[in-house]
């Protein structure tokens, strides 16, 4: 009873995004020194999912925040995911990278956000967040479900468009892939 009233949510978000853009997205990543995305909640859950797949294609791909993760220079590339745009760690991280001359890629519902504001590139994502705004999306799910789950696809969405600017095949992934399991 739930699953495809779901599922029909995220077709009518996801309808609204342009693959156009989804593709120069990509084009974006390939020519980037190295990546780096950043999300807080469940938006960081995602942002880390797409940092794991982006490793697997062979991007040289860091998650903001984690011990390992170097600090981010010219020519790098933020990918900011925040539902409202407004999470104050988000912000803080787009606008350092950016005065570090830095692109900042913003997935986000609001494309007036402050997050939105300071990022070269909005990736807009026409779902409902946990403030559930006026404008936003009806939704039956809590929370910022809907948002995470369309992230989630467009995240592989790009990682599908990577993979083929890149020509990286199946076997190439499988090889980065975890052998420690």
Not at 50 to 58: E, K
Not at 85 to 103: D, I, Q, Y
Not at 104 to 133: C, D, F, Q
């Amino acid at each position: 009873m739930f699953i495809p009233t779901i599922l029909k949510e995220i077709d009518t978000v996801l309808r609204q995004v342009e693959e156009n853009q989804l593709q120069d997205i990509a084009l974006q990543l390939q020519k980037a020194n190295r990546i780096f995305v950043i999300g807080e909640g469940r938006s960081g859950l995602m942002a880390k999912s797409f940092a794991m797949r982006l490793m697997h294609l062979g991007a040289t791909v860091y998650v903001v925040g984690e011990t390992i993760t170097p600090s981010i220079a010219s020519g790098d590339l933020l990918v900011a995911i925040s539902g409202s745009g407004t999470t104050k760690n988000v912000v803080w991280t787009a606008e350092k990278s950016r005065s570090l001359g830095c692109s900042v890629i913003a997935m986000t519902t609001n494309p007036e956000s402050a997050l939105a504001g300071v990022s070269t590139e909005i990736l807009h994502v026409p779902a409902a967040t946990k403030y559930r705004r006026e404008n936003e999306l009806k939704t039956i799910q809590p929370l910022g479900s809907l948002f995470d789950q369309c992230a989630h696809i467009i995240f592989d969405a790009l990682c599908l468009h990577f993979s083929a600017l890149n020509e990286v095949d199946h076997t190439a992934v499988f090889g980065r892939h975890s052998n420690l399991e």
